[in-house]
């Protein structure tokens, strides 16, 4: 039957119920596959700890401990990576974060095994450098592949934002431009291509952030809009007063450059009641707003 159910006065064709096995119950069809990926990992740095321990050679008896290990090692090490949350998350969105989980799993892992083998066998012909070997290794090949992912997924990003994006410049290389920029990053629902930041403090010229490099001052903005063909500024500085948002608009509306002036949405709500109301000029973009109009003229 394989597991599915048929109405007995429908057709063979038309299926009323499937149902779903065990594994799909607890684990998608992604994680599926990152558990895959974590077996063959943990396999090839268990075998390459071998390799590093007797100079490339697995004598015959090695081959024998291996095969009894194995098995016990792997559901250890995956049972681990699942309670510290490995399997929750995203690899193209891996942070820090998530380094600091793989590194306690790996490392509670590889103390439950050694402990194990100490109580089965005793450790009797195990190597205790073979083991810290493992450790390193699989921490590597499993935080590795993940930053890979993330760096594919960045990489192919920047591709597609070049070919058919709109050139930006995000006037303030502070905490707002930071938050605007990987807001930008993290969200495919836009147009926008960060060419570069503008910040009036002058130890700031040149630093580079996830990046974009700072690229002068308000006063260079004539020559990098002509340099860059930008199209749009958004001024990202959180404590900017209303003067010194009109100075800047004002630079962009010599220079035939849209503007806009962008904050985080949680500290508009949170300061709402203490905040004047801006003026028709100073207009205030929460970006994810913008993101969700972005969304209505483009689907993925």
């Keep these: 039957m394989n597991g599915i159910v048929y109405d007995s006065k429908a057709g063979d064709s038309d299926t009323v119920f499937q149902h779903p096995s065990l594994l799909s119950r607890i684990l ?7 558990v895959v990926v974590d077996t063959v990992l943990i396999t090839i740095a268990y075998l390459t700890s071998y390799l590093l321990r007797y100079d490339g050679i697995i004598s015959l008896w090695n081959q ?8 016990l090692i792997i559901p250890i090490k995956l049972c681990c990576f699942w309670i510290f949350g490995l399997y929750r998350g995203q690899w193209r969105y891996i942070s820090i974060g998530d380094m600091w989980q793989i590194f306690k799993a790996v490392v509670t892992g590889s103390l439950i095994i050694v402990g194990l083998l100490l109580y089965i066998y005793r ?9 810290l070997n493992d450790a390193l290794l699989t921490l590597v ?4 592949v993940r930053l890979l992912m993330r760096l594919f ?12 994006s709109t050139p930006i410049l995000i006037f303030g290389a502070g905490d707002g431009g930071d938050l605007f920029l990987r807001e930008i990053r993290h969200n495919s629902n836009h147009d926008y291509l960060p060419v570069g930041f503008i910040d009036d403090d ?8 996830h990046g974009v490099k700072v690229l002068g001052a308000r006063e260079d903005i004539p020559d990098i809009v002509r340099r860059y063909g930008v199209k749009r500024v958004f001024v990202s500085i959180m404590s900017a007063s209303d003067g010194q948002i009109e100075g800047i608009f004002d630079i962009c509306k010599k220079n035939g450059v849209k503007y806009d002036r962008v904050r985080p949405l949680l500290p508009i709500v949170k300061s709402r009641e203490k905040e004047p109301a801006c003026s028709k000029k100073d207009k205030v973009v929460p970006f994810r707003s ?6 209505r003229k483009t689907s993925f």
């Design 141 to 144: 090949m499993i935080g590795g």
């Design 153 to 164: 997924k960045e990489y192919f990003s920047l591709q597609a934002e070049r070919s058919n």
């Design 123 to 131: 450790f009797e012909g195990y190597s205790r450098v073979l083991f």
């Design 202 to 209: 002058p130890a700031k010229k040149s630093q580079v952030i």
């Design 64 to 71: 024998q401990v291996i095969e009894k290990s194995l098995p």
């Design 28 to 34: 998608n069809k992604k994680q599926i596959l990152q």
């Design 290 to 295: 913008r993101m969700r109009k972005n969304e």
